[in-house]
């Protein structure tokens, strides 16, 4: 349906009217002199055009007429080695038709055979609901698909169980209700024909081991009531889709990643916002924010009548971009703010569904969102995507500027540079962007830290015997199992290992850190949404401004205990930013390279984290009005790391005196975390970092960079394995950046304990160099 709103085109008209390249010269009008335009660099993709083949014999008439269209070629290649028995994932861009690779096999099983039944895991439960109304629309009788989460109410739970045939689920009620309560899944399990993994590629780092684990124990119960699944798996492109499945499955997997369905032409452009005057004439100029720039160019792509999707880095930032641009909109035109709105995790499920709803229906024109929508989730008829800030990996990079042009049309989509070394480094280097492959999927299923929980986890729904270890790992299944029963979590018995304690093990599936902390309003007792664990210290310590669907509220008070955070409504002129400080020691040395005078090494540390204060910044200028202490516990990682060391005498040829050596490791730091994600499938907060000029354990200079995850999630390996690359392009960043002493751009880190002090750029590459000169490639 078009929408009309007066004083604008009507909705979705925008690149009918405009095209990509018109839009973007529009985006690009009265921002700067075409000298200094803030687009670095336009990607051109082409159109194409697609191909279809006729439907498989083995697919019913009942289904081929639901559908109503023939299927694209990687389509019926990847359904039909699923009817043969074959595990399977097919791995294509955004929109070309992945939900029908496994739909096929599947609806076909279900039509054939009414006893059959069909399992559905997916990251989220907007990508779940999708599904389900595509299932409903398609309406073939006797399947009955219904999602079974934490949304479903309690009284339709054994509905579904009895009745379902298609069931929708994600990873963490599968681990926490339906694998527990197999028994009364019995009959389910024991029909199981097909399962499917949809979005597999966003099951990395620790979610991702976790996973592994949880697909094995199905795997286990399955076969112990009689049934053999096969598995097929959606991802968006990435690296050795083959491996990365058989990882997460544990059973060799078929790979089929040659794209046949069509494509509207993409224009891809890179976006660095300006140079702002300092504050005071002596100062530095700053970097406009990305934050800004995407709410005005959001704001400025619905007046010209193009539905469009923002992207924002964090829950925070989407609820800033929303505000922003709601507040421009009834500049324009007064209740044009309306058809705005931010979309976020944490959110009530009926604020969600609501939201959901309204884009779908035209009611919305924009939305400034999280990754929470990245995911395969149909939204049609959008014409532009804006990215603030690189989303960590170029899989999210493509999945999300594929959520523009869905239908086929023509898109625009932008990447707006945060003031980030990583950012900075892409805009200015495209082929970094454009000419690269995607990245493999980082993930570790043999983690001692997700291994033993799931190990239990297993053995509370049927002991564990000897042959089962095979399935989890081989060796360091045993090793752990013999652990496990040392300390008391298992109890060993001829037949296998036992668990004997009331409850079930306690698994941080997600790797946040513990139950998700709550945020109330005080004055009403009303539940505004909820933040991970993880971040609780960070983002709800007494005094810390949170932000709710465009509404400002202060924290009053953080109990840890009963995890739930009080908040009021408030309109400070300041935002709040918590400093940490960090200690590490080094536990164990896996790998090490001796360079002379530079050793690399990856290894096992301890490391003691602490919220210590924050500061408030005055909103605007960012100026520091004051740092308030905290009283906060500390919190103990023990983790995998990267670090190099360097020999004073070494710092001394490279001209950096000992008064430099803390500044220049520091400067050093931010930009090697800054630029991991190149390499590996992190995000720089999934990563931290220490720098010291003389560590207690090394007994020398060192840089840390560290898995933010118990036990590691993977990175630090990659980060180990491609060290020279890694460093050589963060050297580059740091090298090329224009900035005088350091900026965000280069070395300066949002996540800094210490206030990005002491910094020394110009050494830092001083650094680098003699790092890089002795580090074999």
Request: hydrophobic share 40%.
């Amino acid at each position: 349906m078009t929408t009309t709103v007066p004083g604008i085109p009507a909705a979705r008209s925008g690149l009918e009217a405009l095209g990509p390249a018109e839009l973007l010269h529009r985006l690009r009008a009265g921002r700067s002199s075409p000298e200094e335009s803030p687009v670095t660099h336009i990607e051109r993709i082409e159109a194409r055009i697609g191909r279809t083949v006729t439907w498989p014999p083995w697919v019913p008439q009942v289904l081929r007429d639901a559908y109503g269209f023939e299927p694209w070629e990687h389509q019926a290649t990847a359904a039909g080695h699923a009817h043969a028995g074959n595990h399977v994932v097919i791995a294509t861009g955004t929109a070309s038709g992945k939900s029908l690779a496994y739909q096929m096999p599947a609806l076909s099983r279900l039509v054939d055979d009414p006893r059959a039944t069909v399992l559905y895991l997916s990251p989220t439960k907007a990508l779940a609901a999708d599904q389900l109304r595509t299932l409903v629309r398609l309406g073939v009788g006797g399947v009955r698909p219904a999602t079974y989460d934490g949304d479903t109410p309690r009284e339709e739970r054994e509905w579904i169980r009895q009745h379902s045939r298609f069931v929708l689920t994600n990873p963490d009620m599968l681990h926490h209700a339906l694998l527990p309560a197999h028994a009364k899944w019995a009959i389910f399990l024991r029909r199981l024909s097909y399962v499917v993994i949809d979005e597999c590629h966003t099951y990395r780092g620790v979610f991702g081991s976790h996973v592994a684990h949880v697909l094995r124990r199905l795997r286990r119960l399955a076969a112990q009531y009689g049934g053999n699944p096969t598995f097929v798996l959606a991802s968006a492109t990435s690296g050795d889709p083959a491996d990365a499945a058989a990882r997460l499955t544990g059973l060799p997997v078929t790979a089929v990643t040659e794209d046949a369905s069509p494509r509207g032409a993409v224009t891809f452009a890179l976006w660095e916002p300006p140079l702002l005057p300092g504050e005071e004439p002596e100062l530095p100029p700053t970097r406009r924010s990305a934050l800004t720039e995407t709410a005005d160019l959001l704001t400025d792509a619905v007046v010209a009548g193009t539905r469009t999707l923002a992207f924002v880095r964090s829950r925070r930032g989407a609820e800033v971009v929303a505000t922003m641009t709601h507040r421009s909109l009834d500049e324009v035109v007064p209740g044009l703010g309306k058809r705005v709105a931010a979309y976020r995790a944490g959110y009530l499920k009926e604020d969600r569904r609501a939201i959901e709803r309204a884009l779908l229906s035209g009611e919305l024109l924009a939305l400034a969102s999280t990754n929470a929508l990245e995911l395969g989730v149909d939204l049609v008829g959008l014409d532009a995507v804006l990215i603030c800030g690189y989303p960590g990996t170029r899989a999210s990079l493509w999945q999300q500027a594929g959520r523009a042009g869905r239908a086929g049309g023509e898109a625009l989509a932008v990447l707006i540079a945060r003031d980030d070394p990583l950012d900075t480094y892409l805009v200015h280097h495209p082929e970094a962007v454009f000419g690269r492959p995607v990245e493999a999927t980082v993930l570790d299923p043999t983690n001692p830290y997700v291994l033993g929980p799931q190990l239990c986890s297993a053995a509370a729904e049927a002991p564990l015997r000897p042959g089962d270890l095979e399935l989890f790992g081989g060796e360091p299944a045993r090793q752990a199992v013999e652990a496990l029963a040392a300390s008391g979590a298992l109890r060993k018995r001829p037949s296998g290992w036992y668990w004997t304690h009331t409850g079930r093990p306690e698994v941080d599936l997600r790797g946040t850190g513990g139950a998700p902390v709550a945020v109330v309003e005080s004055a009403t007792g009303r539940l505004l949404g909820t933040v991970d664990q993880g971040s609780s210290h960070a983002m709800l310590h007494p005094g810390a401004v949170y932000l709710h669907q465009g509404v400002t509220y202060v924290v009053d008070e953080l109990d840890l205990e009963d995890t739930v955070a009080l908040v009021h409504a408030a309109n400070p002129d300041w935002s709040t930013h918590a400093r940490d400080v960090t200690d590490l020691s080094v536990v164990s040395i896996r790998n090490r390279v001796d360079a002379g005078p530079v050793s690399l090494f990856l290894g096992e540390v301890d490391v003691t984290n602490q919220v210590v204060s924050y500061q408030r910044r005055r909103i605007g200028s960012n100026e520091v009005i004051d740092t308030r202490p905290l009283d906060l516990p500390p919190r103990q990682l023990r983790t995998v790391a990267v670090w190099f060391t360097i020999t004073p005498e070494a710092l001394l040829r490279a001209k950096v005196e000992a008064p430099d050596v803390p500044g220049a490791l520091h400067a050093a730091e931010h930009a090697a975390i800054g630029l991991l994600p190149l390499m590996a499938t992190c995000d720089r907060w999934d990563i931290g970092g220490l720098s010291t000029a003389n560590h207690q354990d090394t007994e020398s200079p060192a840089v840390f960079v560290y898995d933010g995850h118990p036990g590691g999630a993977g990175f630090a390996e990659r980060a180990y394995a491609t060290a020279a690359a890694w460093l050589s392009a963060t050297r580059e960043a740091i090298a090329t950046c224009t900035c005088e002493t350091g900026c965000p751009s280069c070395v300066q880190s949002p996540k800094c304990g210490n206030g990005n002090n002491p910094l020394d750029k110009h050494r830092a590459v001083n650094v680098l160099d003699a790092v890089l000169t002795h580090l074999p490639t």
